[in-house]
């Protein structure tokens, strides 16, 4: 294992790491170095700030997706007014006319504590977004938890048709999961995953196996002409992907990071492609951003400019 693997294999753990995520809230100094680095890949603490970000990118052409921060709520009533922000999010972006959909997990809604539970949040704000317009993406969250939110989303199936869900190309299982959820309605959402996840559940990142699993799902899915993300920010990728793809067909989309495109966004959106942006807002950013440089180490160099600058 190199240096950089052992480096990203480290802040994935640190991703994880709750007490240490609790001491940096708890420590003023700690917190404010900490959200100079956040800020970068996190549109801001409030609703009122994602819109905005949201709104500087809609001008650009760009869609959104928008996603408030907070997996692994524990707490039940706590889970219920997470919802409740949620719906708030859906309202405030349909009356302002934003162009997004609206990103969850799962857990933040309560699954993690009863499954019927978070069903009933995850309803509540289907009903929202269906009536706003808003596509609603469910995203996967580590493999322990895959069959969970498999299961939530066929509910939501039964009765809505605007609900998506994420796949990731590292778990070994995925090739079956697809085979399923293309029989189902909703965008399907392709990303290569960045849990922490063993050798025999998952393709190691960077590899060979993986890349190559990322390719057969995304052509899988551009082929068959289901409504599908390819949320990627690898040039080579989509390089190799762009001539399955058909501007103006409606059935697929790019979807990006915010703070992590790279210039590659304009340039994808000027050949005629539909671009997204993730974008997450809340002040549990702890997981979200961790994760983000566990993807490439080398983003630490930046972290350290955004702390001392």
């Keep these: 294992m190199t240096v950089m693997e052992q480096a990203a294999q480290a802040m994935r753990a640190l991703a994880l790491d709750e007490a240490l995520k609790d001491q940096v809230a708890a420590d003023p100094a700690l917190r404010a ?4 680095v956040a800020e970068r890949y996190v549109g801001g603490r409030s609703i009122a700030e994602a819109l905005a970000r949201a709104a500087e990118l ?3 052409g760009t869609l959104v997706s928008i996603d408030y921060m907070g997996e692994s709520c524990r707490d039940a009533a706590l889970a219920t007014a997470e919802t409740d922000v949620f719906l708030d999010l859906s309202r405030q972006a349909a009356a302002r006319g934003t162009a997004c959909s609206v990103s969850l997990d799962l857990s933040h809604l309560g699954s993690v504590v009863d499954r019927e539970l978070g069903l009933a949040n995850a309803t509540r704000l289907a009903e929202a977004t269906a009536a706003a317009g808003q596509e609603m993406t469910i995203s996967m969250e580590g493999s322990d938890r895959t069959d969970l939110i498999l299961w939530t989303h ?7 048709d605007h609900v998506g869900i994420t796949v990731q190309a ?3 299982r995925t090739a079956g999961d697809l085979d399923r959820l293309l029989r189902q309605p909703g ?3 392709l990303v290569k995953g960045s849990y922490l996840e063993s050798e025999s559940l998952a393709h190691a990142r960077d590899s060979r196996e993986l890349r190559a699993a990322y390719l057969r799902y ?5 082929d068959s002409g289901h409504p599908c ?3 990627t920010h690898d040039p080579d990728l989509l390089g190799e992907l762009r001539p399955r793809m058909r501007p103006g067909s409606g059935a697929y989309e790019i979807e990006m990071l915010l703070g992590l495109d790279g210039g590659l966004l304009p340039a994808t959106r000027e050949q005629g492609h539909p671009v997204r942006v993730y974008i997450v807002f809340g002040t549990q950013w702890w997981l979200y951003v961790w994760n983000r440089l566990a993807e490439d180490p080398s983003r630490l160099f930046q972290a350290l400019v955004d702390v001392t600058g």
Aim: with cysteine.
């Design 33 to 36: 170095s900490a959200w100079r």
């Design 187 to 189: 965008r399907i959402r």
């Design 229 to 231: 993300s390819i949320a």
């Design 218 to 222: 995304a052509a899988l899915l551009l």
């Design 154 to 160: 066929e509910r939501l199936c039964e009765r809505f």
């Design 58 to 60: 809609n001008a650009e």
């Design 170 to 172: 590292r778990l070994h």
